[in-house]
Each structure stands twice: as C-alpha cells, then as structure tokens.
C-alpha cells in the first residue's frame, strides 16, 4: 500500500472524528444555558388533622450539588406568615409539605425545614393564597394557588335516623362543594343517634359528647357548624340555649331544616292513637313526647278560643323557647310551605276541634308535619314563639310543598352554599412574595 493511500485514510479518519466532536459540542448546552427551565406547580392544598399539606410538583431541576435549585413556599394564613425553602438535591418531582399549625414547624419527610408562629385553631372558614417559586441560578419559576379551609361541620338527623342511616345525597352535594366526608382532611360529619330510646337532653348531651371526642379532635378548628333537621336541630339548639360544653361560643352558624321549634299537633294526635294501630309506639318514646305543641291548638267546639288540652304540656320545649341564643351564632331557617287549600300535597295539622277520636282537624301551611311558623319560631294563634329565631335569623328559605322526610335533601345544596357565605380573609389583602 502507498503512502499517498495511508495518507487519504487517515485524513478521512481525523475529518470524522473532528465532526463527531463538533457535533456533541453542537447539541451540548452551553454554561449557564441549561436545556429546560425550572417549572413548579401546586397539586393541592388542604388540611390533614393539625397540619395543612401542599403538594407540589417540580420539573427542570437539573444542577450542580454547589448551586443546587431552591424551593420556597410561602403562606399568610390567618394573618400569620409562613416561609420555608429548602435546596431540591435528590427530590422526587413530587412531594408534600406539611405545614403543623399547633407546632409552628414546617417539615417535608417528617424531618424540619421551616419554623413559624404557631396558629391557633380556626374560628372562621378560610381563603388564603400559596406560593411556591422555584429558584435555579438566575431562573425562576412560580406557581400561585387559592386554598380554602372550611369550619367543620355536623349534620345531626331527626327522629327514626338510625333507620336509614347517613344521606349519601347529601353527603355528595357537600362534597361538590369542597367539603370531605372521610380521610384525614374530613370536615363534614353525620351523627347518628337512638332516637327512640334517648330524651330531648339526653341526645342533647350525646351530640355535644360526639362534637367533643370525635370532631375536634379529627380537624384544626375552634368553632363548628352544625345543621339540624327535625329533632336534631332542636338537640342543637339545647346545647346552644344551656350552653354545654361550651356550645354558646363553639358554634358558629346554626342550620335549622323542618325543626318544630314549638312542637307539632301530629306529635298530640299520636300520643292517642290507640295502641293497636301499626307503629303507634312511636308517638310515645321519650324524644316524641319533645315535639307536644307550645301554641294553642285545641278548641272543644268551633265557637271556642283555641287553648292547650290539660295532657299536652311541654315544659321542656317551652323552657328551651324561653331562653336566648347566643348573639355570635348565625342562625339559617329552611322549612316548607304546603299550602294546606291545595289537597294534592302533605297536609300539616294545624289544630283539633272536639274530642278525641271523633275531632276534626284544621290545616296550616307546613310540610306534612310541621308548620312553617313552627319551623321559623313565629307566633302561632297568640303564643309567643321563639323570640331567638324570630330577632336573629340571617336568612329563611320557604322549599314549597317538600314533605317532611325529603327536606334535608331538598335544602342541601343551598345549605352548603349558606355555610360558605363568610370567609375570615380576603386574598386580595395579601402580596405575594417577589422572588
């Protein structure tokens, strides 16, 4: 082989290997140029028990270990700010921060990275921002979201509750309102009680024995809200009126839904109904004998006053109307309003001329059970009613003709919406952190 043909081939050899260099130096970034820039995102925010979770999610982080990326997050929660950054060296791309209010200590895989001042539990539902930027060098990457904290609340049942156990319909519109019924973060609750083997008081005192083992301790809250139907509400109201276990400053908003406020006539017409029709029992449990009517109701003849028959009276029910509710309680009333001149719906007894079994029976607007008025506390036929409920109301909401049984249902997406009503800050009053 001639030298003119080693020569060609070794020229060939050093014009690829120089092309390969070349190219590699090509598509290799040049410093300080990385190939993709830093991005963050928030996956979620919201609490777990004592401490609020953010979970984030990072890409382009590609760094040396002497000027590893940082990641910041920032919080003003209730008034209180909370900054923690750590450097992201051999971080998955996803990972939470929990942020443990009680402690004032940040911490991402149990281990501390920040620390602030403690939060004291909450009062109010919350609206409040988060930030996380993530800082690579000179570049910068953030991500903002709105969180919210909701107030938990009880949703305490009526009368026969344990029959059917919790309300997955209302359960589910709670949920499409951002509220969570199991896990760590549950702040919406279902107390199921005995009904026909407690009192008034007694169910009363299970509730807030409920409220203080259960609630509390399962969220980060000073105040709850409670929704009432029928016999609960009045249970609620109890608690509130005789202040137990604190109840006069632990409840926030009270939700009333066909509550009989000042009992009900269908209450007395079951208390005589002879012992051998179906279900006749259920007239005279402890709870039912709470519902006998407060306003007059019965007349012996037409031509007579309406009165209160000698075997009607409810000191228990009337005691509870005669004492004050809290000023700091906001109050919701949902009842409905059959109009009793309309035969196609329920029928609310309204009063009884004569004598048992042969009396007759006046109508009033209602649900099949009990009055509008007796659901709002109003006046009936002279009484007084409930001076709380009439002075203090935020706001009453008439269902129409919804019969007793179907009202919680009914008022369920507009209940979720009232409880939402009032936030303790704003996010416009805060300034984000400028990287």
């Given amino acids: 082989m001639g030298p003119d043909v080693f020569d060609h081939k070794r020229h060939a050899i050093v014009i690829s290997v120089l092309a390969a260099v070349l190219l590699a130096v090509a598509m290799k970034p040049a410093a300080g140029q990385p190939l993709d820039p830093p991005r963050a995102g928030i996956l979620d925010v919201g609490m777990a028990r004592q401490s609020l979770r953010i979970t984030m999610a990072t890409e382009g982080l590609e760094g040396s270990q002497a000027d590893p990326p940082i990641v910041t997050v920032s919080v003003w929660l209730d008034g209180v700010p909370i900054r923690a950054a750590l450097p992201l060296i051999h971080m998955p791309s996803r990972f939470a921060m929990d942020i443990d209010l009680p402690a004032g200590v940040v911490r991402v895989g149990g281990v501390a990275v920040g620390r602030f001042a403690p939060v004291p539990p909450f009062r109010e539902n919350l609206r409040f921002p988060v930030e996380v930027t993530v800082r690579r060098g000179p570049l910068v990457a953030t991500a903002r979201r709105t969180a919210t904290i909701l107030l938990p609340t009880v949703i305490v049942p009526g009368y026969l509750n344990e029959e059917d156990g919790p309300s997955q319909a209302v359960l589910t519109v709670f949920r499409g309102h951002g509220y969570t019924d199991t896990g760590a973060a549950r702040n ?32 980060y809250a000073a105040s709850v809200n409670i929704v009432g139907y029928s016999l609960g509400g009045l249970m609620a109201r109890w608690n509130v009126a005789y202040d137990v276990d604190g109840w006069d400053t632990l409840v926030n908003r009270l939700v009333l839904v066909g509550v009989p406020n000042e009992g009900t ?5 079951g208390s005589h109904a002879p012992s051998a029709l179906p279900a006749s029992g259920l007239g005279r449990t402890p709870a039912a004998r709470s519902f006998m009517p407060t306003f007059p109701f019965w007349r012996a003849a037409p031509t007579l006053p309406w009165s209160m028959p000698p075997d009607a009276q409810n000191a228990l029910l009337a005691g509870l109307n005669a004492r004050a509710i809290p000023p700091d309680i906001r109050i919701y009333l949902f009842y409905g ?7 196609a719906g329920p029928q609310t007894s309204a009063g009884i001329t004569g004598v ?12 099949g059970m009990v009055l509008a008025a007796s659901a709002q506390g109003l006046p009936i036929r002279g009484g007084k009613g409930v001076p709380g409920l009439i002075d203090r109301a935020v706001l009453r909401v008439d269902l129409g003709a919804v019969y007793h049984t179907r009202l919680l249902d009914a008022a369920a997406d507009r209940i979720a919406g009232a409880l939402l009503d009032r936030f303790a ?6 300034t984000p952190h400028s990287p």
């Fill in 188 to 219: 919406v609750f279902w107390f199921t009680y005995p009904s026909r083997q407690i009192t008034l008081p007694e169910g009363a005192q299970a509730l807030a024995a409920y409220v203080r083992r259960v609630v509390l301790p399962a969220t």
């Fill in 265 to 269: 006539v269908i209450a007395y017409l």
């Fill in 337 to 343: 309003s059959h109009d009793p001149r309309d035969a």
């Fill in 356 to 367: 048992l079994p042969g009396a007759t029976l006046s109508y009033g607007a209602g649900d």
């Fill in 425 to 430: 800050h704003r996010v416009d009053d805060w």
